[in-house]
Nanobody, 116 residues
Framework: QVRLVESGGGLVQPGGSLRLSCVSS????????IGWYRQAPGKERELVAT????????NYADSVKGRFTVSKYSAGNTVYLQMNSLKPEDTAVYFC?????????WGKGTQVTVSS
């Protein structure tokens, strides 16, 4: 059974930073891709950033390029999202995402609120 446990969300002022973490129960060798999606109230879930397991290729939403950085622990079953220069429009529930053997898995989410 795949488990994804997120941490690191919270309330931050505009321009501030947060770091999200996600630990998976999956052996790193079986992970194809791992990363983050988000969902704001009244909106669909959208890609934030992902990183592939083997080549560490990254993929970012245009709205976060240059501000967010996705990375993984060398063992590969933990993924981080460093979020800098946060904006109110970054407010959302952030979900950890993992793809393994073509199947998609999700964490329960962590709330990020950017407000003064």
């Amino acid at each position: 059974q795949v488990r994804l446990v997120e941490s690191g969300g919270g309330l931050v002022q505009p321009g501030g930073s947060l770091r999200l973490s996600c630990v998976s129960s999956v052996f790193a060798s079986s992970i194809e891709s791992i990363g983050w999606y988000r969902q704001a109230p009244g909106k669909e879930r959208e890609l934030v950033a992902t990183i592939t397991s083997l080549a560490s290729r990254t993929n970012y939403a245009d709205s976060v390029k240059g501000r967010f950085t996705v990375s993984k622990y060398s063992a590969g079953n933990t993924v981080y999202l460093q979020m800098n220069s946060l904006k109110p429009e970054d407010t959302a529930v952030y979900f950890c995402y993992l793809r393994k053997q073509g199947m998609h898995y999700w964490g329960k989410g962590t709330q990020v609120t950017v407000s003064s």
